[in-house]
């Protein structure tokens, strides 16, 4: 209730929010309430949380923040989904995205942009600005957000909270509305590293219904939090202290390292060389599988569908021409394009080969140190309406990327302010460190 009144007196501003399913909220509170009377309260039972709206929740409309899915009310629930409502917590809502995950600003979404609650003027970060917002206005304790090339990193960075990214597999992507599947993972959005330690251990592990999620086992998270960093090995890319980074950025996070070295890490400079191919081979490659997972909304079976087609090739154009934004069929003609016959081999192959060298950096990177740390993002957030060319929008994920090429996991930190706006601390781990990541970040705080 308490989140519920906070939602209605703030959210008519900032927009957080697509969907809140305050009744079925209720319900659910009180059923957590009579499971703790009854001695039978789990540790997240009754915990609110939000839900980015790329999450099919049962019986509740799940868009996308697409026009093409205002109609959608998902039959099943996603198993990230399905695994927290069986541990207790208890959903607010939906919240507000860039269209189908695409964009860094969360302003190419069909519901209106997200407003930053520590400057109105400024964006929120993408694509899951919603979740960010939401979860750094006090409107939920903490959200889900997915991760494709820095979406919940680059927002939790610009409202000044902490997002994890887990490594590629961690989490199921079973219901989770497909972005560009080899890149797409869930992951928590909280206040702290604690609160997203506690989600990790609900959501990850196996799931027989997402072929590519690993059957590792899954430690508790929470358990290694407290772990001591002396002798830690940090290493700092130089290739994220370069051209492009602001001051004020750059000083935040070179401070934050120096807590680093307070509690024993050690820091030294360490070489990512193939950090400026990452951008390319992204904007190759997602949208190659965005214009194939997005093939599906053809408003015959589920979506938008046009008023009086005249024939079948009509319905398909029409439905798409109006269900789809800007952004999202720029996305569809460039991934259409390089996975056309002719063009494969010089764009999407070879992309897939340079993906390769960038996952190589790594984990040499990782030979010689225990995790990296840089910005999540050159600057802090921007002002709305200040990136209107693309290729820009494009550049600010120039330090999340790579991340999600290489498959590896990270975690975006509250490090200061620069001109009065959050800045993030990234820090990256090889494969399946996330409880590492965990560690390091909770000691920050
Ligand atoms: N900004 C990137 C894009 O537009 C990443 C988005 C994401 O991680 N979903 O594709």
Known sequence: AHYLKRIERFDG????????????????????????????????????????DIFCTQGVKTTCGSKMLDNFIAPYDATVVERLSAAGTVSLGKTNMDEFAMGSSNENSHYGAVKNPWDLSAVPGGSSGGSAAAVAADLAPAALGTDTGGSIRQPAAFCGITGLKPTYGRVSRFGIIAYASSLDQAGPMARSAEDCAHLMNVISGHDGRDSTSVTRGVPDYTETLGAP????????????????????????????????????????????????????????????????????????????????????????????????????????????????????????????QVRRLIRQDFLDAFEEVDVLMGPASPTPAFDLGAKKDP???????????????????????????????????????????????????????
């Open 229 to 352: 960093l002396s002798g830690l090995k940090i290493g700092l890319p130089k290739e994220y202290f370069g051209d492009g980074l602001t001051t004020e950025v750059e000083q935040a996070v070179r401070e934050a390292i120096k807590v680093y070295e307070s509690l024993g890490a050690t820091v030294r400079e360490v070489s990512l060389p193939h950090t400026h191919y990452a951008i390319p081979a992204y904007y190759v490659i997602a949208p190659a599988e965005a214009s194939s997972n997005l093939s599906r909304y053809d408003g015959v079976r589920f979506g938008h569908r046009c008023d009086d087609p005249s024939d079948l090739f009509d319905l398909y154009t029409r439905s798409r021409a109006e269900g789809f934004g800007d952004e999202v069929k720029r996305r569809i003609l460039i991934g259409t394009h390089t996975l056309s016959e002719g063009f494969f081999d010089a764009y999407y192959k070879k992309a897939q």
């Open 13 to 52: 501003t900032l927009n957080s929010y697509i969907t809140v399913t305050a009744d079925q909220a209720l319900e659910r509170a009180e059923a957590a309430d009579k499971a703790r009377a009854a001695g039978k309260a789990g540790l997240l039972t009754g915990i609110p949380l939000a839900l980015k």
């Open 391 to 445: 290729v820009s929008m494009y550049l600010q994920d120039i330090y999340t990327i790579a991340v999600n090429l290489a498959g590896i996991p990270g975690i975006s930190i509250p490090a200061g302010l620069a001109a009065n706006r959050p800045v993030g601390l990234q820090i990256l781990g090889t494969h399946f460190a996330e409880a590492k990541l965990l560690n390091v970040a909770h000691q920050f705080q």
